[in-house]
């Protein structure tokens, strides 16, 4: 729904949805939270916070979002579009990153670029650099709800696919039966190699489409995701030198 107001009470009801999408145009209002017949006492306000603090943290909302609303007393407060993305009130429009220059501990270089995804909140990164004098791929995906449990879902449900590269909607790489590794029990990973006519499009293209063909029934695990490739360019040679 285009052009809605969603406030007071209400903020806190969307917060209750899976799958939340703030369109342009809408708004999302708080204000600091009061009893029907005014103030309600230190206790109850206390058990109050701590209720709803609950609440939203288990919808995967930050908690930062009560702490602005309690600065508020009667007036409203209108958030942003990239406030609301920030406390992961919106959680369905993509946050695009940014690659950054990284270095490893023997002194080789690497760029790196790390998204959430929409709806499993998992988070995907990328990590090109060399092994050996060949560039790599490092596609590493850490599950929205981080246990020993989903990691090992995640990497038998990722294992075995294919996965295709594409730049500007044109495939660049496609690789079958890809073998996926749990790591440190912190995320699952996959080491692709890249070749040079890959390497070039990376260089030159404006978006990076990461494909990946996981059964539905494992979509929670799927991290095929769009990643902007404008800071990537200028990287590559040092990374690739």
């Not at 009893?35 to 709803?52: E, F, H, P, R, Y």
């Not at 989903?150 to 044109?170: K, M, P, Y």
Request: aromatic share 6%; with cysteine; glycine share 8%.
């Amino acid at each position: 729904m285009r052009d809605v107001v969603c406030a007071s009470a209400c903020a806190l009801a969307l917060v209750g949805g899976v799958n939340r999408l703030i369109e342009s145009g809408a708004r999302y209002g708080i204000h600091q939270f009061s009893g029907s017949k005014g103030n309600i006492g230190d206790s109850a306000t206390q058990m109050t916070v701590v209720a709803l603090a609950a609440y939203v943290e288990e919808m995967g909302v930050s908690r930062s979002l009560l702490d602005v609303a309690s600065l508020l007393r009667s007036e409203m407060y209108w958030l942003s579009p990239p406030e609301l993305r920030q406390l992961r009130i919106d959680n369905m429009t993509v946050v695009k990153g940014q690659w950054r220059l990284n270095a490893l501990a023997d002194g080789r270089a690497t760029a790196r670029i790390s998204q959430i995804k929409p709806g499993s909140q998992s988070r995907v990164s990328l990590t090109i650099g060399k092994s050996g004098n060949r560039p790599v791929l490092i596609i590493a995906f850490v599950p929205g709800e981080l246990n020993p449990r989903s990691l090992r879902e995640a990497s038998e449900a990722l294992t075995g696919n294919s996965v295709t590269l594409s730049v500007d909607d044109q495939p660049i790489a496609a690789y079958e039966a890809v073998m996926w590794n749990s790591l440190i029990d912190q995320f699952v990973m996959t080491a692709l190699p890249l070749s040079f006519q890959a390497v070039q499009a990376l260089q030159v293209g404006k978006v990076l489409n990461i494909y990946v063909r996981v059964p539905h029934v494992f979509m929670q695990y799927d991290p095929s995701l769009q990643f902007p490739l404008d800071d990537l360019g200028g990287l590559l040679s040092a990374v690739l030198k």
